[in-house]
Each structure stands twice: as structure tokens, then as C-alpha cells.
């Protein structure tokens, strides 16, 4: 079995347990945490995350991050000159970090997103060097009604995460989910 299939089987037990209702959303985020050699494999296995969650009778929510920030930067309207000089970028990281944020929080807040919903998000290596991953989780985590799904490319140990394997990494209080 993959590592990627001994995550599905992990994620799908604890899906599958009864939620308890009266959470922080701090304890309402889940991070499958995987190898960053095994993100295309996993992102071809996101339908079978969505099919547990739908089979222990929760809803689904899922967005991909990857193409944020290009998606955001084509929108902009001096976009050419940032490409002149990108050093310039660094001034426009707050704006998308909130226009980025204020996406999220719309999502998470939907109609069609209630206490028994996982909110996923995959993607977040996109988000390297625009935006910590700590940093996200903190801003979204008083939104979350069910539960946010982060597939987080990196490492869980002694409950420190470490994105990418490229920064220090921080400890939270969120459920891993490991192979």
C-alpha cells in the first residue's frame, strides 16, 4: 500500500468518528500531512478524500490554492510593471494575503457550508513565499463550522509542522493525519 493510500485509510477513520460539536476552531482543523515527492499522487486522490467524507455523511468543500496568487496578480492592473521590477511584489503581498483570506472566509461561511462540511484546501505550496500556512490557518480558523482539510506537503513531528521542509516549523493544535 502507498503512503498515499495509508493516508486515505487514515483520513477515512477518523472522518468516519462522531464530531464533537463543541470545538475551537483551532480544533476543528485537520492537516493530512504527506511527502512533497508524493503531491501528484495525492492530488489525483482528492476525489477519494471527498468520497470518505461523503460516505461518513459530511459535506465537501474543496478549493485549490495553487493558482491563487497568479489568478489574483493577472487581475492587477500594473501587473506588467511588477514583472519589470518584482522586488516591487513584496508591497502587494498584504493586499493579496487579504484578498486571498476574504476568498476563504466566503467559502467558509457559504450557504451551502454548515457544522458537518469539511472545507479542504489543497494547493498550499502555490502559496510559498506569498503567504505562511500558519499565518492562514490563524485567520481562518474562527470561521471554520465543520472542519478545514489542509493537504499540507511537509512534515508533523512532536505536534511542529513544517511546511515544505523549508522554514522552522510551528506548533499547532490541529488533528494530523499521517501515513
Not at 57 to 73: K, Q, V, Y
Not at 111 to 137: C, P
Not at 139 to 156: A, C, E, H, T
Request: charged share 25%; aromatic share 12%.
Amino acid at each position: 500500500m502507498s503512503r498515499v493510500d495509508k493516508l486515505i485509510q487514515s483520513y477515512k477513520s477518523y472522518i468516519s468518528l462522531k464530531w464533537e460539536e463543541n470545538l475551537s476552531g483551532t480544533q476543528r482543523v485537520i492537516f493530512v500531512v504527506y511527502d512533497k515527492a508524493d503531491e501528484r499522487t495525492l492530488r489525483n486522490k482528492i476525489p477519494e478524500f471527498e468520497l470518505c467524507t461523503k460516505q461518513a455523511e459530511h459535506g465537501w468543500a474543496h478549493r485549490d490554492l495553487t493558482n491563487a496568487f497568479p489568478e489574483w496578480m493577472a487581475q492587477e492592473d500594473y501587473k506588467e510593471s511588477y514583472f519589470q521590477t518584482p522586488e516591487d511584489l513584496e508591497m502587494l503581498m498584504p493586499e493579496f494575503q487579504e484578498h486571498l483570506i476574504q476568498q476563504l472566509v466566503q467559502m467558509l461561511t457559504a450557504d451551502t457550508v454548515d457544522s458537518s462540511t469539511v472545507v479542504a484546501l489543497s494547493g498550499l505550496g502555490g502559496l510559498f513565499g506569498f503567504l505562511q500556512i500558519s499565518e492562514l490557518v490563524s485567520k481562518l480558523q474562527s470561521n471554520v463550522r465543520g472542519r478545514l482539510l489542509l493537504f499540507f506537503p511537509g512534515d508533523y513531528e512532536d505536534k511542529n509542522y513544517r511546511f515544505l521542509d523549508a522554514r522552522d516549523g510551528w506548533n499547532y493544535l490541529a488533528v494530523p493525519i499521517t501515513s
